[in-house]
């Protein structure tokens, strides 16, 4: 991930933020570029962390961030 993308969606709260759709596609963006760098690891000895954190990151939702506020 070389780059941080902005999101731009006219919020005003934090909660208008996480609802958003941007928020939702630029986290899928964001989790797909880590999937993909976990997936080049996948044939080592860290196999079974590696898989553990995908499906962990898979799981990630904007609801997610909503719970922790």
């Not at 969606?9 to 880590?34: R, V």
């Not at 996948?42 to 990630?60: G, R, S, W, Y």
Request: charge should be negative; glycine fraction near 2%; proline fraction near 3%.
């Amino acid at each position: 991930m070389n780059r941080i993308l902005e999101i731009r969606d006219g919020c005003k709260t934090p909660l208008e933020l996480f609802k958003s759709n941007a928020f939702e596609q630029y986290l899928n963006l964001y989790k797909k570029q880590f999937i993909s760098e976990l997936e080049s690891r996948e044939e080592t000895d860290q196999k079974e962390e590696v898989l553990h954190k995908k499906d962990f990151v898979d799981k990630i939702s904007p609801l997610i961030f909503i719970e922790i506020l």
